[in-house]
């Protein structure tokens, strides 16, 4: 049998939705010899790969929104604004008087 069939046979295997060793049972195929097949033909497949033609696609990714940093915080019809470097124990003061309210 020559690389040709074997990897014909590898691939019908492959495609019967039937585990290797039950389709080798049902073939009449010993397992063990198509295991040696199987590998044959991966590592052949593994050298298409390795040595094809690598191809790149362009990607283009949407600018990020610019975030100016403020936080805007809405409790009930509390709005508080909290900048960059806010002192954030100020901050949890302030939250707790309008959690109390």
Same mark, same amino acid.
């Not at 014909?8 to 585990?19: D, F, I, K, P």
């Not at 397992?31 to 298409?48: F, G, P």
């Not at 990607?59 to 954030?88: F, M, S, Y």
């Given at each position: 049998m ?5 990897q014909?046979?590898? *691939?019908?295997?492959?495609? %019967?939705g039937m585990t290797?060793?039950?389709w080798c049972e049902? &073939? !009449?195929i &010993?397992?063990?010899?198509y295991v %040696? $097949?199987? +590998?044959?033909?991966n590592r &052949?497949n593994?050298?298409?790969?390795e040595?094809g &033609?690598?191809? $790149?696609? @362009?990607?283009? /990714? =949407? ?5 100016? !940093?403020?936080i805007?915080l809405?409790? !009930?019809k $509390?709005?508080?604004h *909290?900048? =960059? !470097?806010l002192n /954030? @124990?100020? /901050? *949890?003061?302030? /939250?707790?008087?309008?959690? +109390?309210?």
């Amino acid at each position: 049998m020559d690389a040709k069939e074997r990897q014909v046979l590898v *691939a019908e295997c492959r495609a %019967s939705g039937m585990t290797a060793k039950a389709w080798c049972e049902q &073939k !009449g195929i &010993k397992y063990r010899q198509y295991v %040696s $097949w199987a +590998s044959k033909v991966n590592r &052949k497949n593994q050298m298409v790969i390795e040595h094809g &033609k690598q191809q $790149w696609a @362009a990607v283009t /990714l =949407p600018k990020e929104e610019q975030v100016a !940093g403020r936080i805007k915080l809405n409790c !009930g019809k $509390w709005t508080i604004h *909290a900048d =960059p !470097g806010l002192n /954030l @124990a100020l /901050l *949890a003061d302030v /939250l707790k008087v309008v959690d +109390s309210l």
